[in-house]
């Protein structure tokens, strides 16, 4: 019977696959490409969305409550942001307008806020990850009332340091574990 004490740390996991979604579709927002299409759509559902849930209910197993409720929020987070995209093309659901996409982002911004007054004491690394990610959402909130493809552009750039950060951050804690000692920085 396999114990907590040799279960695999998933929070690496959940910080991974957060960065990589956020960064995928933060270079769309940051106008590296337009739209992104199915891969930023596949990419939320299964990497970003199904993964991080993955991770969310591994956090559970490990008894780390904050794990838990951050990775399978977000995973539900992500699977949203997918189905935003698959719905409407589906013909299940219209398209949400402004102010529903702004009201989407802004109440996960209060979230992550709340969760960001809970550990800006901490790791450093950590810290950036949760405070850009906070700025994100509420500057996508914002692109969204306004419909202000400038504002979206800086939100991108700001989802690049956040899902950059949360990227490294998942390495860093992947490489230490596996090498016994601290390889990266974090």
Do not use: D, H, R
Request: hydrophobic share 55%.
């Amino acid at each position: 019977m396999t114990t907590q004490a040799t279960l695999a740390n998933p929070t690496p996991l959940g910080l991974v696959t957060f960065g990589l979604s956020t960064l995928l579709l933060s270079f769309a927002n940051a106008g590296f490409y337009e739209g992104g299409g199915s891969p930023i759509i596949a990419q939320a559902l299964v990497v970003g969305g199904v993964v991080q849930l993955a991770a969310g209910i591994m956090e559970f197993v490990k008894g780390n409550t904050f794990g838990c409720v951050v990775f399978s929020s977000f995973g539900g987070f992500w699977i949203s942001v997918g189905l935003f995209g698959i719905l409407p093309q589906l013909q299940f659901a219209a398209a949400p307008n402004s102010g529903v996409a702004g009201s989407f982002m802004l109440i996960w911004g209060i979230y992550v806020f709340l969760l960001f007054l809970g550990i800006y004491k901490g790791g450093k690394v950590l810290t950036l990850v949760v405070g850009s990610l906070w700025i994100l959402l509420v500057v996508l909130a914002i692109a969204n009332y306004t419909g202000s493809a400038a504002i979206v552009t800086v939100g991108g750039w700001i989802g690049i340091v956040c899902g950059g950060a949360a990227l490294y951050l998942g390495c860093a804690i992947t490489l230490s574990e596996t090498n016994g000692k601290p390889v990266l920085p974090f």
